[in-house]
């Protein structure tokens, strides 16, 4: 694939989210130099970004448009961005069929908070309780498995992000993700890592 | 015959009559609106007889769990039959999706028509 191709592929991203209707996608806020509830105790200044969308199927891929939006805005890399994407097209998907119920009045809030080193995503429903971690991965050596052909979501957002964390607060599921990015990122947890004694 | 959803072409031909290899090439975001579009067109194909695929990714530009469910289950299924699937240019992108899932070793993948015909025609697809 080219890269007038895959910039076209940007432009109608972007082109599908700007064609979003207001009580399509409801609102879309903007906030700086604040964090959340559910949040590792991380006081530094970030960009954050809101957004909350009903929780319906045709509203996931505007969901990954902004999230690419703003991953792009920040400097992430095609790797980084395609991760952050399936990650969150999956997770949507989960939250309308398990947590949801395919509900259509029921809605789903994500917010994302960039700093220098990583992403962090929070997404937020108050459907059924879904602990992901107590789902066991699946094997894929099994061709049982594989002729299946389902409960591959789980896994791909397990293996496309750094770190995840579920938790059930007054009837509110909150599943926190995060995404180490560049060089820098890197260079950052093995300095860390030195200083804990992890790397000689 | 070209069926599309809001994101995603799907082009389907037959490429060879004796035995049959049906041509799936898909277009887009391969996401859940995609999904009965895909297996449509599979059924179709496959409701001639045909148990030989290939099915080209080159423009795909995103694919979800779902998607790489139907081809993983088609993939075992054909096996089965005899017949096979092989997987056309597939792009970076996806191919690190089929890596974080562990099925790379399952699947054919190849660059081009010719290569892909010989490994469905060989039985070891």
Redesign the interface.
Same mark, same amino acid.
């Given at each position: 694939m080219s890269t007038d191709d895959r910039n076209e592929g940007k432009a109608m991203r972007h082109r599908e989210f700007d064609a979003l209707e207001e009580d399509q996608v409801g609102s879309v806020t903007f906030r700086q130099e604040s964090t959340y509830e559910g949040e590792s105790a991380d006081h530094r200044t970030g960009a954050c970004y809101e957004i909350e969308i009903p929780a319906r199927i045709e509203s996931i891929g505007p969901l990954c448009a902004f999230l690419n939006m703003i991953g792009e805005c920040h400097g992430l890399r095609e790797s980084e961005l395609q991760s952050i994407e399936i990650a969150a097209y999956e997770i949507g998907l989960n939250i309308i069929e398990h947590a949801y119920g395919f509900d259509p009045n029921a809605r789903i809030g994500v917010r994302m908070k960039m700093l220098p080193e990583r992403a962090q995503l929070l997404f937020l429903d108050q459907g059924r309780a879904f602990d992901m971690e107590s789902i066991p991965e699946p094997d894929m050596a099994d061709p049982h498995v594989r002729r299946r052909g389902r409960g591959f979501g789980l896994q791909i957002i397990r293996k496309s992000m750094d770190q995840i964390r579920y938790r059930r607060v007054a009837g509110q599921n909150q599943l926190y993700l995060v995404k180490l990015i560049g060089n820098r990122a890197h260079a950052r947890s093995r300095v860390l890592a030195l200083q804990k004694g992890d790397i000689a | 015959m070209t069926q599309s959803t809001a994101?995603l072409q799907i082009r389907s031909d037959t490429i060879q009559e004796n035995p049959p290899i049906s041509l799936l090439k898909l277009e887009g975001?391969f996401?859940?609106?995609g999904l009965p579009v895909v297996l449509a067109e599979i059924e179709k194909s496959r409701s001639t007889g045909s148990i030989r695929f290939m099915v080209d990714l080159?423009?795909v530009? @995103?694919i979800?769990?779902?998607g $790489?469910? $139907?081809f993983?289950?088609l993939?075992?299924?054909l096996n089965s039959e005899g017949g096979g699937v092989v997987f056309l240019s597939v792009?970076e992108?996806i191919q690190? $999706?089929f890596d *974080?899932?562990? *099925?790379l070793e @399952?699947l054919q993948i190849r660059n081009d028509q010719e290569s892909a015909r010989e490994i469905l025609l060989s039985g070891n697809a």
């Amino acid at each position: 694939m080219s890269t007038d191709d895959r910039n076209e592929g940007k432009a109608m991203r972007h082109r599908e989210f700007d064609a979003l209707e207001e009580d399509q996608v409801g609102s879309v806020t903007f906030r700086q130099e604040s964090t959340y509830e559910g949040e590792s105790a991380d006081h530094r200044t970030g960009a954050c970004y809101e957004i909350e969308i009903p929780a319906r199927i045709e509203s996931i891929g505007p969901l990954c448009a902004f999230l690419n939006m703003i991953g792009e805005c920040h400097g992430l890399r095609e790797s980084e961005l395609q991760s952050i994407e399936i990650a969150a097209y999956e997770i949507g998907l989960n939250i309308i069929e398990h947590a949801y119920g395919f509900d259509p009045n029921a809605r789903i809030g994500v917010r994302m908070k960039m700093l220098p080193e990583r992403a962090q995503l929070l997404f937020l429903d108050q459907g059924r309780a879904f602990d992901m971690e107590s789902i066991p991965e699946p094997d894929m050596a099994d061709p049982h498995v594989r002729r299946r052909g389902r409960g591959f979501g789980l896994q791909i957002i397990r293996k496309s992000m750094d770190q995840i964390r579920y938790r059930r607060v007054a009837g509110q599921n909150q599943l926190y993700l995060v995404k180490l990015i560049g060089n820098r990122a890197h260079a950052r947890s093995r300095v860390l890592a030195l200083q804990k004694g992890d790397i000689a | 015959m070209t069926q599309s959803t809001a994101s995603l072409q799907i082009r389907s031909d037959t490429i060879q009559e004796n035995p049959p290899i049906s041509l799936l090439k898909l277009e887009g975001r391969f996401d859940a609106e995609g999904l009965p579009v895909v297996l449509a067109e599979i059924e179709k194909s496959r409701s001639t007889g045909s148990i030989r695929f290939m099915v080209d990714l080159e423009e795909v530009t @995103f694919i979800g769990s779902a998607g $790489i469910g $139907i081809f993983l289950s088609l993939v075992e299924e054909l096996n089965s039959e005899g017949g096979g699937v092989v997987f056309l240019s597939v792009p970076e992108a996806i191919q690190r $999706i089929f890596d *974080v899932l562990n *099925v790379l070793e @399952f699947l054919q993948i190849r660059n081009d028509q010719e290569s892909a015909r010989e490994i469905l025609l060989s039985g070891n697809a």
